[in-house]
Every structure is written in C-alpha cells, then in structure tokens.
C-alpha cells in the first residue's frame, strides 16, 4: 500500500532537511535522480568561485598558494571529509581522481603485504577498481586479482590475501557491505581492507575508525556535490601511515617540496599520497559542497535518503509494472539508491529523462534512481514513481527518439 | 649600454602583441615576473566559468557529458594544446597532473624498451620529474635511473638507455636544451625520449613532430595560463601509440568506459592515457588560457619573450649590480626567463615582492624571473630591473620582515 500524494506533501512539510533545498541550484521541471553520477550545484559554488577566480588567481596571482592558504587545501578539505566518515584527524586528503588513487593504495598496501600478492574484490563492482587492479597485476609480477561474486566474498578471504577491495555501496545494484564485519574477517586473516566509498560518503553513516578500516577512497562528485570530475580522496588510517609509501612519487608528496632536493623523501603523514599540484578551482568547489554536507546531522540524513528509497519502491511495485527490483529491500543492506531491471531499460530512462526524471542507465538492464537525501522532496519520489508506471503503461519508451544510444550513459 | 625608458616605451608602442595584454586581468600595480609558476587569468574565465557554472553543471546536470561534450574536452583542449607545440591531430590530450603523467609514460616507454633499463635524466632538472623516476626505480626492479650534468648528457647516451627524459627549459637556470639533436642522437642508440614541456609550452617555439620527439608531458597553468594546479597533458607520437600502454588503467581509459566491462581493454588513440574522470572546472579554466595563445603567432610571440629577457640582462647588468648570471646570454639557448644568482636571493626577492615586482625564488640561491610575452611590456622589464637595482643599492632587503620564509616559495 503506497502513500498518497497528499501524504508525502505531508511528509515534505515535517522534513528537517527541507531548507536543505534551497541552499542548491536545481533547475526547473527537473526530478533529479542521478546525484549518485554527478551531484547538483551549491548555490554557493557561483560566489565562491567568482571570488577565488578574482581574488585568489587574478588579484592575488602566485601569492595565493600562501595568501588563500591554497597549499592547505587537500588536507584542509581532506579532514573535512574525514570528519563525514569517521576518520580521525590527519587520515583523509583530497588528491587526483578515484582511480589514481586506487592505485596508490593498492601498490602500497601490497608492499606492505609481501609476500602476500592476491587482491580479493567483487565481481561486478564499479569497472574502474577492477581494471585498476589488473593494471597492477600488470605491471607487477606476481599479483594476482581474484574477483568473486559477493556471496562467496567471505568464504575467500584466506592467509593468501593481500588486499580486500570493495565498493562498499555497489554502482549498479546499491547492495551495501557489512564494511566492519568484512573487516574484522579479513584482519584475522591478515588482509588489509581497501573501501571504496564513491556510493557511500554522505549518503549512508560510515565510520571508518569503528569499522576498523585500513585503507579507503572515494568520489568528490556524487553525494558531496563537489562539481563535475571534482577531485577524489583517500583515507589511511593513521597506524599505517609511516608504513605506506605512494608509488606516485610527485614533489606534493615530498617532505619539503619547496626545497627542491634531489631524492625523493615522502613527508610525514596523509600528505605523503599527495603526487602533483592539485586543480584548485575544482578542489575549491567541492569544498562548497562539503560544507554543505558538514551542516547536517548524517545519520538522520541518511534515514530520509532510506525513506525515499523505500517509498519509491512501494509505489512502484503497488502500480504492478513487473519490474525486477535489484536493489535490496533491506534499507540497512543498500546505498541510497534503487536499481530496477528491465529488458527496455536504456529506453525507459530515456523516456523518463524526457519527462524531466533525471535517473541512470547501467548496463545492460539497470535503471538506476539516486535519492540524495539533502535536496530531494518525498514528493520527488512519489512523482518519479508515478512518471515510471506511466511510461510502462503506456509504452512511451517504445518512441524510437528513446532507442539512440548516446556515448555517456 | 640599456635603453632609457622613453625608448623601451616606443617598443611597447610598436608591440603587435600589445593588445593582449588587455585579454588578461591583472591586479593593478603588480609586475608579474611569475608567469612561469602561476600564469595571470585570462578575462575571459569569468564568464566561462559563469557560464560552466550555472549552465553546464547546475542546469544541465549530469546531462552535460553529452549536451557541452564534457566527455570530448580532454581530447580536445588537448588537440588545441598539440597545435601550440606542433603535435599532429590525436596525439595530445589533457589529463591529471604532470607528475601523474610522467608516470604513466615512464612506465610505458620502459616497457616497450624492455630489456633496456636505464633512465637517463638530467641533474637539476625539476625536483618532481627524477622523484616519479626513483618511484619507478623502487616500484620495477632493475630499473636504474641514471642522473648527470647537462655537459655530460651527450656522453651519456649509449645502447643501455631506455629512455632519456628531459625538462626542455630548466625550471631554475632557464638553459633549454637543442631538442632535436638530442632526439636524433637518443634514436640513433635506440632510446626513447620523454620531454618535460612544463616552461616551454607557450613560451618558445616547440615542434614535436620536426624534432621527431616520442613521448612529452607539460604543465597547464605556466604559460599556458590555465589557472592553478590546472591539469596538465601529455603527448604521445602516433606511431608509439598502439605499443604503449599506461599502467594507471582506469575506465576513461578503456574502449567503452560506458559498457562497464569487467576486463580493462585500452581503446585505441591518444585516449587511452587518460585514467579517471577529469576535473572538468580546472579542465574547461584551462580552455579559455589555450585558447588565447591560439589566436597568436608563437615564432613572434617568443621572439619578443626573448627581447624582454635580454632587456631585463641589459639593465641589470648595465647597473653594476654584480648578481651572476644564470641563465644562458644567447636567446636560443634558454626560455622565457631570467635567472640570477646570489647569496641573499630570498630576502632579495622579498623585497622585490614587496615594491610589486612577484617574481620568484628557487632554492638555494636563485632569483627567477620569468617574462610572459602575452602580458608583459618592455617597460615592465626595464621598472623590474630598476627596482632590484634599487634594492641591492640601498640594502632594502636587509630588513628583518624579508627574511622570514613562508611554506610555498
């Protein structure tokens, strides 16, 4: 039995996070579902990217890196993120993109490792951490990657891993890890533990420090709305700092960059997983979006983000579409996310999109709807809903403007 | 024998490039001697950014990758890159950050060098370039890293040398090395060469494919004026590209990011060296600097970069200052800068900064000052000298507030 529209307004006009809203630049007509692909604007990106494209660059020129206190700001932003996830002070920095930082934390947890050499990860996570992980096997003799599905996951971790890396929340289907229980499993097996935590930073309550977590990386421009390609972020937990050494050895990671040594020396601390200068104006926006994600209190967040997933799925599955629901209905068990299957489902997405519902195509079945807990309404939910059962019904999808495939899904 | 200003002022009216420098927004009273460490900001990335701000990211959503070709942007800043240094079409794209870059093409070339294994490189050139090297060296065994002076480098390649990679212009002394000989002699021992780009680009005139260079990474946020810690690209010939692969393997790298297969599969082109997805903010800032250069003639642009140099050697030299000179005297011999030498260079430097001439200094000992044809006037030139004259006759830098250092120099 699915709400009705006068009850989710209900709901709407008791949300705590309802002012949330307003702090973002949404565009009309829009339900926007797609905030785990590319996270919506603050409106405080357009002010504060005005001032620091006047003020730090133009005015303040080279003296910024000082002045704005730019040399800062992937730690600055980093503790920020940290304090979203449980780390402890000096455990997080913002640095390169997702996969170059997988990367690092892959290598330098297998030398950590040796002689250990086999990687376990999921088959079926986000392809960017697997091809990472045979890019290493690659490179480096004996490595092996032993992809399994998730429930044979707990049944390999053996005295011969390495490395557990997981997805926390997955891409596609938004089923989520028991992140300290696979944790606690690998450490009596001697593994590290790698999250990716793309899918779960600002969308579910993580804690690293109390799951135990060694190593983590995550996305800036999903659920922190840090603007697109923001720069990513890496956490390791600070007993296996001075252990860890980056196989990116840029001047960032160095212990005195500015002294212009000739022998590399990582620094002491997060900042040795720095490699080169880091893109301010993109580092700076998501800052924006991170401050926004600090004014709320998370796990309350993430309870509405679980609500709107329950409620979109009650109201379809009470419109009888005979969809395939793929993510878990437990809400413990899941991201803020919802992933539907059907045969049609680069269509149908094509065809809601053009009724102003922003979801996700992932292929080759996957529907996928994003709940993004600080800026949707139940109503959204509620109408998306309602936009999927009409198009189903109707067949709308079957328009051949809906079957064209664009290069980005 | 130095100009007198009324002369160097009938220069600037003369200057063809005179005009642009009304392109650029630069703070009032400043001379910019740093254009070589943080380019000026173009006027246009105000609006640009407006535009990407308010329009790609916040209207259009995750929908831009398509609607303003987001996904293309890499390739094609990166081919408007290729034409400023003479690449041909398809073998430039902009990615990460020099550093990530060296990376990925030191690791490449080595093993389509293989069983070479020596890296020859040059003592003094900038810090992160021998850094990224001596991670490869402690990340792939047998990899040795050979580093000698500029005067032994000719000596130095033999049959052993996998790769020879170069900084063009040194960051610190200016001297540029003769590319195209280097390059001849390096493939007639049947070594790659990898050139660093980073104060060349924009700066002097570059011609890849005339001096038959292999492999080159260069710096977006120098000459280029792409705005801080702008990404960087990397060039790779056409030739080379179906045998190269880079070790950093992630998605936007592969034949089809969006069919989110399992097994990592480079696709075929310059594109395969991208990693993650990009900092599109940074990525597009970086556009509007390529994009000015694009609109001059680089032969002339140079030749007046090299006019203000000399002008800048003249001066000081004609004051009797007694700094050694660091830099090459003869114009082909060094890029778009100016180096001098003395023990005090720091508090010079201050003081210098202080009276509205920025430019720089390099450990230990080394005034740096860069000249930016594109922004700068004779007259800035000639008031520069006059005011480090001026300091170093009055003994104004002894003053304690110039000694104090700051994190970023």
């Not at 992140?179 to 590290?192: C, S």
């Not at 709107?308 to 878990?328: M, R």
Request: with cysteine; hydrophobic share 45%; net charge negative.
């Amino acid at each position: 039995m699915s709400p009705t529209l006068a009850e989710v307004r209900a709901w709407d006009a008791a949300d705590p996070f309802a002012a949330m809203r307003e702090r973002f630049d949404l565009p009309a007509g829009v339900i926007y579902l797609d905030g785990n692909s590319l996270g919506a604007a603050p409106r405080a990106v357009h002010q504060r990217l005005r001032d620091v494209l006047a003020t730090e660059w133009a005015e303040g020129l080279v003296r910024s890196w000082n002045r704005h206190d730019w040399i800062g700001a992937p730690a600055r932003v980093g503790a920020k993120i940290g304090r979203l996830i449980g780390a402890q002070p000096g455990e997080v920095i913002v640095a390169d993109s997702t996969s170059v930082d997988l990367f690092k934390l892959i290598v330098a947890g297998l030398q950590r490792q040796a002689p250990r050499q086999v990687i376990l990860t999921e088959a079926g996570d986000f392809p960017t951490d697997g091809y990472v992980a045979q890019g290493v096997q690659s490179l480096l003799p004996g490595v092996i990657v032993r992809a399994v599905p998730p429930d044979q996951l707990a049944a390999a971790i053996d005295e011969s891993v390495a490395l557990l890396m997981l997805t926390e929340v997955n891409y596609r289907t938004g089923a989520r890890h028991d992140m300290a229980a696979l944790t606690a499993q690998a450490h009596a097996a001697g593994a590290l533990t790698l999250w990716d935590l793309s899918h779960s930073a600002g969308a579910v309550p993580v804690d690293l420090t109390r799951a135990g977590a060694d190593l983590a990386v995550g996305c800036g421009y999903k659920y922190l709305n840090g603007g697109p390609g923001a720069p990513a972020w890496l956490y390791v937990a600070r007993r296996l700092q001075d252990a860890l050494v980056s196989p990116l050895t840029g001047w960032m990671g160095h212990a005195e960059p500015f002294a212009f040594d000739g022998d590399y020396r990582p620094t002491v601390g997060i900042e040795r997983f720095l490699c080169g200068t880091p893109p301010m104006l993109s580092l700076l926006a998501l800052e924006c979006g991170v401050d926004l994600m600090a004014e709320v209190d998370l796990p309350a967040l993430a309870g509405k983000g679980q609500r709107l997933c329950s409620l979109f799925i009650d109201c379809v599955e009470a419109g009888g579409a005979g969809l395939a629901l793929v993510t878990p209905r437990d809400p413990a068990a899941r991201g803020s996310q919802v992933s539907f299957a059907h045969p049609e489902a680069w269509a149908i997405m094509q065809a809601m999109i053009d009724r102003g519902v922003i979801g996700d195509f992932r292929a080759p079945d996957v529907l996928r709807c994003g709940f993004t807990p600080l800026y949707l309404r139940y109503e959204d939910a509620w109408r998306a809903a309602e936009t999927l059962l009409d198009i189903l019904e109707t067949g709308a999808w079957r328009e051949p403007r809906f079957q064209a495939r664009s290069r980005v899904t």
